[in-house]
């Protein structure tokens, strides 16, 4: 009896999973996305990343796929409003990019599973249990800013070493608990190798007149762009350059666009990495049970041409670990 149990057990179980497979190939999975800010040319070539990804597990947009994207603007108070009009789309899988979209995506659901997608400390701000076992619906890729703005700091010391006063470009929004974890890290990422921040504000490219006006009226020595600033971003390389300010960005596309340098991570790789945890729940299993992910993969990038402009010599070490030169 116990082996014919046995073998029941075994044909059911190969029957249930050739129906699952027959399910999943025949079924339409659908995929909701909010990015907080602005979708320039450089965050759609990061979602194309992701796009590919999916693509390479087999997942084709118009076969089997459907992709819901939306962006934010920069404004905080769409996002709640644009994550109902995505949940309401019934999708399989939300992805959703930065603190501000988790805490709207988890407020809207606990049932639909939700992937992180560069998620500052994500067990501090209560969005998973541990990154081993997330728990809930929610896993995903972080980021390891705490790190990568060490790092920055560091390269922009050792960009101008004689630079001691830093602005730190912010887009004002409404105070919440991220936007004063990430002031607190910024700060004590400088502070740590002797350097004095300086909060500037600037809301739109419009108030950069502004805002590198009041860089100058606190003889600021060197500038520092954070990723959350990044809707602001492309008139930023110009306008540093015209002040002749040493400027450190987060994120790479600024030193695509003119900047002087970035350190950060591969943004690229969190998208595929958010796109390989979409299949695994695509094919069964529960965001409780994958594991947060935290990039491996960082990247230095610098700009000769931007360094001639405000007659900088990029030092040769520098040169030496950079992932890319633009000449």
């Not at 790092?151 to 730190?168: D, Q, S």
């Amino acid at each position: 009896m116990r082996r014919r149990d046995l073998l029941a057990g075994l044909l059911a179980s190969a029957t249930a999973s050739a129906v699952h497979a027959q399910q999943s190939s025949s079924k339409i999975w659908r995929v909701a996305c909010l990015y907080p800010a602005t979708l320039g040319d450089p965050e759609r070539e990061v979602w194309g990343a992701f796009v590919s990804e999916l693509r390479s597990r087999g997942y084709i947009e118009g076969k089997n796929l459907v992709l819901d994207l939306r962006d934010a603007k920069g404004l905080l108070e769409r996002i709640p409003p644009i994550m109902g009009e995505l949940i309401a789309l019934r999708p399989d899988v939300i992805v959703a990019i930065g603190n501000h979209v988790v805490a709207a995506a988890q407020h809207a659901t606990a049932t639909i599973p939700i992937v992180m997608w560069s998620t500052v400390d994500p067990v501090r701000f209560g969005y998973v249990s541990s990154l081993a076992r997330p728990g809930g619906n929610t896993t995903g890729a972080g980021t390891v800013w705490d790190v990568t703005l060490s790092k920055a700091f560091e390269l922009l010391h050792l960009l101008a070493p004689a630079a001691h006063r830093v602005a730190v470009l912010y887009a004002p929004r409404p105070t919440t608990t991220f936007d004063q974890v990430y002031a607190d890290l910024v700060k004590k990422a400088a502070e740590a190798i002797g350097l004095a921040v300086v909060p500037i504000l600037a809301p739109t490219p419009a108030d950069l007149d502004r805002a590198f006006a009041e860089i100058e009226a606190k003889e600021c020595e060197a500038l520092f762009v954070p990723m959350t600033s990044q809707h602001i971003g492309p008139a930023i390389p110009s306008r540093a350059a015209k002040s002749k300010l040493p400027a450190v960005y987060q994120l790479r596309n600024f030193v695509e666009d003119g900047g002087l340098a970035s350190y950060g991570e591969d943004h690229k790789e969190i998208a595929r990495r958010a796109a390989y945890l979409v299949d695994r729940i695509f094919k069964g299993t529960r965001p409780a049970d994958l594991p947060v992910e935290e990039p491996v993969t960082f990247e230095l990038a610098v700009n000769l041409k931007a360094a001639a402009a405000i007659g900088l010599t990029i030092p040769e070490a520098i040169l030496a670990r950079a992932d890319r030169v633009i000449e």
